[in-house]
């Protein structure tokens, strides 16, 4: 089975930069694609970046695109998601999550899921 942990969430001022990592552990052989998600408050989850273990191409939302960069580190089995200029709409918790379908970022192809980690965007 597979396990994953997010860290990295809290407080910063609008304009400001966090970077989240999601740590996986467990059979990660069989899943090819790890994404990270939000879920705004009333909102449904959604997609905000992807990245395939294949090739290591990326997916963004277009809501983050030019701000929010995902990357991973094999050595370590850590998916990263640094996000920069910051806005208060991207005030959510955020999630990671695994699937071993390629090249999808439909929140209905992932799981598992990690705990999701708190992050606000406000002066």
């Known amino acids: 089975q597979l396990q994953l942990v997010e860290s990295g969430g809290g407080l910063v001022q609008p304009g400001g930069s966090l970077r989240l990592s999601c740590a996986v552990s467990g059979l990660t052989k069989d899943y090819h694609t790890i994404g990270w998600f939000r879920q705004l408050p009333g909102k449904e989850r959604e997609g905000v970046s992807t990245?395939?273990?294949?090739?290591?191409?990326?997916w963004y939302a277009d809501s983050v695109k030019g701000r929010f960069t995902i990357s991973r580190d094999n050595a370590n089995n850590t998916v990263y998601l640094q996000m920069d200029t910051l806005e208060p709409e991207d005030t959510a918790v955020y999630y990671c999550a695994a699937t071993k379908y390629y090249y999808t970022h439909e929140v209905s192809d992932f799981g598992p899921w990690g705990q999701g980690t708190q992050v606000t965007v406000s002066s």
């Open positions: 990245i395939f273990s294949k090739d290591g191409s990326t």
